[in-house]
């Protein structure tokens, strides 16, 4: 079974940082594509960054610049590094996971973490 499990949101003013976690159990994480989500309050899901096994990363116009996903194999863990983070980035952030080892940001994901809410004031 696979379980994905977000960590790392809090409250943060406009400007600062933050470092998302999403822990991996009952998947090929070495092959897997992984991504991060968020959804704010009465907005549709966006996708904001994608990992490849291969390395390969892709992110939301949105968060260019800003945010830097990474992957740790030996932890099974996904990472989403947020810099400069703006009150428009509030959101409930949600990691996924697809066996497609070629998914991009518009890709069906079809395992999905709880999520983890992320406040940025101004």
């Known amino acids: 079974q696979v379980q994905l499990v977000e960590s790392g949101g809090g409250l943060v003013q406009a400007g600062g940082s933050l470092r998302l976690s999403c822990a991996t159990s009952?998947?090929?994480?070495?092959?897997?594509?992984l991504a991060w989500f968020r959804q704010a309050p009465g907005k549709e899901r966006e996708s904001v960054a994608v990992?490849?096994?291969?390395?390969?990363?892709f992110y939301a116009d949105s968060v260019k610049g800003r945010f830097t996903v990474s992957r740790d194999n030996a932890k099974n863990t996904m990472y989403l590094q947020m810099n400069s983070l703006k009150p428009e980035d509030t959101a409930v952030y949600y990691c996924a996971a697809s066996s497609y080892i070629a998914a991009t940001l518009s890709s069906t994901y079809g395992d999905w973490g709880q999520g983890t809410q992320v406040t940025v004031s101004s």
């Open positions: 009952g998947l090929t994480f070495g092959s897997s594509s």
């Open positions: 990992s490849r096994w291969s390395g390969s990363t």
